[in-house]
């Protein structure tokens, strides 16, 4: 985006950026929409992409931002939205024969639940990766500690109902010792859509979790849905490695923020391979 304050954010890593920063000028000043082509068949040789694709900016001038702000309200209610891009008249409404479709989902979040140290390393590494956090413990000093990150939720738990809202982007990582306060809190991610549930342990605790729960009427293919041991790196013992290596896991098996709609009809703009 391109405004009387300058050029914020980058395309294709800055190799292009200042050029395109022209293009929005120019556009800006004309009030016309128009395409650039960047990168293998674009007419601009001196400006390559180092990747060998190409891709292909539109500049829309003054849009109607109406849109926007309806597609934030939802992305705020934690619902998906969709942004919709004609080449001819700019950000409509509804999706046409002629528009561009793109969906976003709304910004990642992990509900984190333990107690200690490894609650407290996770949370952090958490934020610093960019994911917004819901925090649970047991220990009203963990919940303190924490509290700059400005977490959604943070829930003390014990002699209460567990209630974490837990939607498709949101992931549950339990982070327990003492396992008997992780029960709960999987069956609520159990009955709810997060895209991964995971919870602290060895293959041995896993299994006693996993007993544990069908005791209690949890169907085997629900248990299936919780990862045990959690992380891409196995016996770890130190919490920020243990935090870090469960992040990446999860960071691994995040949905997309934004995927483009298809709806059967052929682009009018595109992005290759950048």
């Known amino acids: 985006m391109v405004d009387e304050h300058g050029l914020h954010g980058y395309v294709s890593h800055g190799c292009i950026d200042a050029d395109i920063k022209r293009h929005a000028e120019l556009a800006m000043q004309s009030g016309d929409i128009h395409t650039v082509l960047y990168g293998a068949g674009s007419p601009y040789m001196d400006l390559r992409l180092p990747c060998g694709g190409s891709l292909e900016l539109l ?20 619902e998906e939205a969709t942004v919709c891009i004609s080449p ?37 590494q ?24 400005q977490p959604s939720e943070s ?22 010792h003492d396992h008997s306060w992780e029960t709960e809190l999987l069956i609520n991610a159990l009955n709810q859509q997060p895209f991964y549930i995971g919870a602290l342990g060895s293959v041995k605790t896993h299994e006693n979790r996993r007993q544990t729960l069908l005791k209690l009427g949890i169907k085997p293919s629900q248990l299936d849905r919780i990862v045990g ?5 196995m016996r770890l013992k130190e919490a920020n490695a243990i935090a870090l290596s469960a992040l990446a896991q999860i960071l691994s098996l995040r949905p997309a923020m934004i995927e483009q709609i298809d709806t059967g009809q052929a682009p009018t703009l595109k992005q290759v391979n950048d």
């Open 59 to 78: 500049f829309l001038p003054n849009p109607d931002i109406e849109p926007l702000i309806q597609a934030v309200k939802s992305l705020d209610r934690r």
């Open 88 to 124: 001819t008249l700019g950000l409509v409404t509804d999706i046409g024969l002629d528009t561009q479709n793109f969906r976003y989902r709304p910004p990642a979040r992990i509900a984190l639940a333990g107690r200690g140290a490894l609650l407290r390393a996770a949370a952090r």
């Open 126 to 149: 958490a934020v610093a990766s960019g994911f917004e956090i819901m925090i649970a413990s047991p220990d009203l000093d963990d919940l303190e500690a924490l509290s700059d990150l």
């Open 155 to 176: 829930l003390r738990l014990g002699g209460q109902t567990v209630s974490l809202p837990l939607d498709p982007n949101t992931a549950l990582l339990c982070l327990f």
């Open 229 to 233: 041991p959690i992380g891409l790196v």
